[in-house]
């Protein structure tokens, strides 16, 4: 233990604190002669108290015996500092529990209030990096089934929100003329289309593949659907979600896609049926934690018709 290092660094952090000798000895319950000698070397503290003193200034007991030590207005925000570093997940629970607990108890300043949107700022792009990140290990491997389909969309859809859609619509640009014609191509090349904004060149290509898309017609038409409505020609839109509940009942994407469309359109009597559509196919599936958003869709739907 260096005297030195450890009582430099408690008058630091009292006097980057604000706090007297009076005060800190007060919240230690020790006199404050006790703290007097620690900063000038004499003693030093015993082990019990190390903890204490490292809590009262929101930092580490291994701070206390750095050459210099670091205070942070909170503990929440050691911590967040911390999983700046580490960026490990745990580090992140740990620090949004404090944050918590900290708001909890009312004793937070603004500056609290922005460390904690910084540190679900850091959360979100490690989040994202690890999604990417799980996609195209999928994305590797040689088998393509529905898992590989889903990522694949999935990922397109996940570029075209940070900013790289153009990216992922140069790769499936790509992909469609290295494998004209099939089907998987075509539904990729749609999906990269319709997330960077591309509804009239979703339907050119949903028009030039007809007849040739097998099993992806049904994934298909969800898009074609979608695009048809991003453009208000909501007959077409409804012909095109139809024709993908009629190809695959277990589709849920078009049932979704329908009762937005009628509630965008302000009618809340069919928007109100179509989501107790999607309620009655969720729970035909037995999925009951996917039911609490269309019911609140329901609510609303028939709130809005009450209203007139």
Not at 100 to 119: C, M, P, W
């Amino acid at each position: 233990m260096t005297a030195s290092n450890i009582g430099q660094n408690i008058r630091s952090l009292r006097e980057s604190r604000g706090a007297t000798q009076e005060q800190l000895a007060q919240a230690l319950d020790i006199s404050f002669q006790a703290v007097s000698k620690w900063e000038t070397g004499v003693t030093v503290p015993d082990t019990l108290m190390l903890p204490k003193i490292a809590a009262y200034f929101d930092v580490t007991v291994d701070a206390l015996f750095r050459p210099e030590a670091d205070a942070y207005a909170s503990a929440a925000q050691r911590l967040l500092s911390v999983y700046e570093q580490s960026r490990d997940r745990n580090d992140f629970i740990r620090a949004e529990a404090e944050f918590i607990k900290l708001f909890d108890s009312g004793e937070y300043t603004r500056d609290d209030v922005r460390a904690y949107g910084v540190l679900n700022e850091y959360r979100m792009y490690d989040c994202r990096d690890t999604a990417l990140k799980q996609y195209e290990k999928l994305l590797a491997g040689p088998e393509r089934d529905r898992a590989y389909r889903s990522a694949r969309q999935q990922r397109i859809y996940l570029l075209s929100q940070i900013g790289r859609g153009d990216e992922a619509l140069e790769e499936e640009r790509r992909n469609y003329t290295e494998h004209p014609g099939e089907p998987d191509a075509v539904l990729y090349l749609m999906a990269a289309l319709y997330w960077t904004g591309r509804c009239e060149e979703v339907l050119a290509v949903f028009e030039e593949s007809k007849g040739r898309l097998g099993d992806m017609e049904s994934l298909c038409c969800v898009y074609a659907g979608d695009s048809c409505g991003k453009l208000g020609r909501y007959d077409e839109a409804f012909e095109h979600w139809e024709r993908s509940v009629e190809l695959d009942p277990d589709l849920l994407d078009p049932l979704y896609s329908m009762a937005r469309c009628l509630g965008e359109q302000g009618k809340y009597a069919e928007e109100a049926m179509a989501w107790e559509r999607v309620i009655d196919s969720l729970t035909e599936r037995g999925w009951v934690h996917e039911l609490a958003f269309p019911r609140e869709q329901l609510k609303k739907a028939r709130d809005k018709l009450s209203a007139g």
